[in-house]
């Protein structure tokens, strides 16, 4: 139904080298799931707090969480790109959750 995710992952992973390619695979998978458990965590544990104040958690604790994944991507050569995928992916969650996606208020409260 949403081929253009493969096409857009395989664009953002691809190196010359197949050592390479998997080397960020690797970090791609790490980073997501690390930013999905905390976007899935944020949503459910704001899910049953009024409009604005929810909000605002969800503001700090995201500005907090890309804070934490942008040192990482500084501080660790190894692991840079695995913050930086950590970073966004919980903005993703947030975008859908405020679009009545997958994280939607309805399907988490």
Do not use: H
Request: charged content about 10%; proline content about 3%; hydrophobic content about 55%.
């Amino acid at each position: 139904e949403r081929g253009f995710w493969v096409a857009a992952t395989v664009a953002m992973v691809v190196e010359p080298g197949l050592g390479a390619s998997l080397r960020n695979c690797a970090l791609r998978l790490q980073g997501s799931v690390v930013g999905a458990c905390f976007g899935f965590t944020a949503l459910a544990l704001t899910a049953q707090a009024e409009a604005l104040p929810r909000d605002a958690l969800l503001v700090t604790a995201y500005s907090l969480w890309t804070f934490g994944c942008a040192f990482v991507r500084a501080a660790s050569a190894t692991v840079s790109y695995a913050g930086l995928v950590a970073a966004f992916t919980p903005a993703l969650m947030l975008l859908a959750n405020e679009c009545g996606g997958i994280g939607s208020r309805r399907a988490i409260s």
